[in-house]
């Protein structure tokens, strides 16, 4: 059974987690998700606890194709700033960080008490990044990538394209273990460094990221993969979403990172149904 401590407390996947995302940031690819304001944050936390989300993951920096490159200062900023709004509409919520920073991550867990750490490079584009997550002791997502968020889509080309991910996480992995880390969750990092072809070529092979047997993130929500196919907008791709999210169920997929928690959360309690029709 996949199980994670958080924050002194065992979480297992039995039944799915939903990750609701906060976006802290003016310019994240989905305008609808832009949280500037103290009440428009406020609006964001409630909604997301009340919806039924289980874990919270609030972001200052968007990791978008070609974004725009933020400082450590900014990006800090963001977050203290969403992080004493969130903690005080929702004390008890589990917050994850998404930060590549490893600065930004000890301060997030020592100052603020967030619970788990979200970083889409694995430790490649900070190199005390494991270190830091080796010390503070909490859950640590790694997610593929090739290069950052300014170049990942000139990093497309694989010769084995399955291999060479799994090579990636087998080796983080690896030295976070060494380290002394014991909650790793993995995320195959949907539409970076990926064409949709690609894409939908690893949702078809979800599966096989069982052998790590850690718990597995994935993370289309209304991104270019679903708009590429249906012809649709950010605003329109919520469909899209719901299709795929349950697909990533059928094959394994322990935590479902959205904006659009009701309806993730009711996919969830389908799938179980589903998966439970003959107890």
């Known amino acids: 059974m996949t199980t ?14 939903v990750m609701g995302i906060l976006n ?43 974004a725009a490159s933020v400082d450590e200062a900014e990006e800090m ?7 004493e709004i969130l903690f005080r509409e929702a004390p008890g919520a589990i917050v994850s960080v998404d930060t590549f920073r490893s600065e930004i991550a000890r301060r997030c867990v020592e100052e603020f008490g967030v619970a788990v750490i979200n970083d889409i490079s694995a430790g490649t584009l900070d190199d005390r990044m494991f270190d830091t997550v080796a010390q503070l002791q909490v ?49 195959p990092g949907f539409g970076f460094s990926k064409t949709t072809a690609q894409n939908y070529m690893i949702l078809d092979k979800l599966e096989e990221f069982h052998i790590f047997e850690l718990p597995l ?8 993969m679903i708009r590429e196919v249906l012809a649709t907008t950010p605003d329109e791709s ?32 389908l799938y179980n149904r589903i998966k439970n029709a003959n107890l």
């Open 139 to 187: 859950p640590y997502i790694a997610m593929h990538i090739k290069g950052n968020p300014q170049t990942m889509m000139q990093h497309t080309d694989y010769a084995d394209l399955m291999r060479e991910i799994l090579l990636y996480f087998a080796e983080k992995t690896t030295r976070l273990h060494q380290m002394g880390v014991n909650d790793i969750w993995i995320d």
């Open 24 to 66: 802290i940031t003016p310019d994240s690819f989905y305008e609808g998700s832009r949280k500037q304001t103290e009440k428009e944050i406020a609006g964001r936390v409630v909604q997301i606890v009340e919806e039924g989300g289980d874990i919270i993951d609030i972001g200052g920096y968007s990791s978008r194709p070609s």
């Open 77 to 83: 900023r963001r977050l203290k700033y969403g992080l």
């Open 238 to 269: 919520l469909n899209g979403t719901t299709a795929l999210n349950m697909f990533a169920l059928t094959k394994g997929a322990h935590i479902l990172r959205v904006h659009d928690v009701k309806e993730a959360v009711q996919t969830v309690r």
């Open 217 to 224: 993130l994935v993370g289309f929500s209304r991104k270019t």
């Open 4 to 17: 994670s401590n958080v924050r002194g407390t065992l979480m297992d996947f039995v039944s799915p987690k």
